[in-house]
């Protein structure tokens, strides 16, 4: 059975490629490189660069390597870029997500499993964010995964195609044995920006906001270890094989840590004292966003095996140091 893997050379795809090859699957990657890497993979991934929105090819590709499942992951990912370029972002990932519903339920596929995202749930009134919260995101990226999300389902129901949706809280760290990481050059997310600092790469480290409604005052996040989230993926494959229901899962750890203590753990791993200063909020970040992830753990046998702040940013300090060594 060969899985397709849809944006399986950028920083997380690369991961489920990973834990899919570990575990013994054969994959085939669909991946424009837009903004993913082919060195990201291994040699025994096999990697067709094209576009998931082109109907032909991803028509000829199910066919030749008699596909039946699929991992959706490939997307426009910059929150801001999606402001400003709404509908780059709903045709990106809303319209190519609708396109390749429609080869997969044409070519018989019965088994999909897709990447969404916390943002779906917008500024939520709780910090324990369960999936039956309403959903109510505030960007254009977070709505063009929410109408992606009710795509599926709705074509799910119509044509006999089982899912997994999971909403992934703030992914962070690096493949441990130094195999993937997060190579994304200009990437915003706190962790590697963080870890960048501590590289000398960039000047300081900005703490957007420091009067939240939290004990610090700095944002709390629920950041996920990418190897224990692409174990996820594994695991709701195995769930759908054996029949299991079609679900909407919170993929985090259900507990969060702080922006300042993101940076206690990079200055204590790294021996660096990391510069930062002080910068206003930025529009739209909630004091707080943890995931309630008790349905994850309960509906899969999902153990995570890197679920330590200090491993998360020493592996992903080690990506960064070979990224300036290559
Ligand atoms: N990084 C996070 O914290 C986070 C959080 C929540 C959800 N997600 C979701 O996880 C998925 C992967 O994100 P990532 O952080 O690895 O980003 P990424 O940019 O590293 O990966 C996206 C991959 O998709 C490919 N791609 C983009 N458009 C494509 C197209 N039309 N056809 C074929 N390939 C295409 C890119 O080249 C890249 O390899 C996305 O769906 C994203 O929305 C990420
Ligand atoms: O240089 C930085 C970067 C971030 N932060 C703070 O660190 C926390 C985490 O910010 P990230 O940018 O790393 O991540 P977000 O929580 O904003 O968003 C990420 O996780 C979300 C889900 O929780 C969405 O999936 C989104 O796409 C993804 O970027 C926030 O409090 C943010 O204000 C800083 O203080 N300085």
């Known amino acids: 059975m060969t899985i397709l893997v849809t944006g399986g050379a950028g920083y997380i795809g690369a991961h489920v490629v990973l834990a899919l090859l570990d575990a013994g699957e054969d994959v085939v990657v669909l991946d424009d490189l837009s903004t993913g890497d082919r060195a990201s993979l291994p040699g025994s991934a096999r990697l067709v660069v094209g576009d998931v929105g082109d109907r032909d090819l ?31 972002y709903y045709e990106a990932n809303t319209g190519k997500t609708r396109a390749l519903l429609e080869v997969a339920v044409a070519a018989g596929v019965s088994r999909l499993v897709f990447s969404s995202t916390a943002a779906v749930y917008g500024v939520p009134d709780t910090h324990l964010v369960s999936e039956d919260h309403v959903p109510a995101p505030i960007n254009p ?29 703030n992914v962070a760290g690096a493949d441990p044995h130094g195999r ?55 695991a709701a494959l195995g769930h759908l094989r054996e029949g299991g229901e079609s679900l909407v899962l919170n993929a985090g750890y259900g507990h969060g840590v702080s922006v300042r203590e993101v940076i206690d753990s990079v200055r204590r ?34 153990s995570p095996r890197h679920d330590d702040l200090d491993q998360i940013i020493a592996q992903a300090l080690s990506w960064e140091r070979r990224l300036m060594g290559s």
Not at 63 to 88: N, R, T, Y
Not at 141 to 169: C, N, P, Q, T
Not at 193 to 212: E, K, M, S, W
Not at 279 to 295: H, K, Q, V, Y
């Open 58 to 88: 991803v028509g000829r590709v199910l066919d030749e390597a008699g596909i039946a499942e699929i991992v959706h992951l490939a997307a426009k990912v910059i929150v801001p870029v999606s402001v400003v370029d709404p509908l780059g």
């Open 141 to 169: 990226y977070g709505r063009s995964k929410l109408m992606s999300e009710w795509m599926i389902a709705d074509a799910a129901r119509a044509h006999g195609l089982s899912f997994v949706i999971l909403r992934y809280f």
């Open 180 to 234: 993937a990481g997060q190579s994304t050059p200009d990437a915003t997310h706190l962790v590697k920006v963080a870890c960048q600092t501590a590289l000398g790469q960039r000047p300081h480290l900005a703490i957007y906001g420091n009067d939240f409604g939290t004990p610090d005052g700095t944002g709390i996040r629920d950041y996920v270890h990418v190897s224990d989230l692409a174990d996820a993926h594994r």
């Open 269 to 302: 791993v790294s021996g660096v004292d990391i510069p930062v200063m002080s910068a206003p909020r930025r529009a739209g970040d909630p004091d707080a966003l943890i995931a309630d992830a008790s349905r994850l753990r309960q509906r899969f046998a999902w």
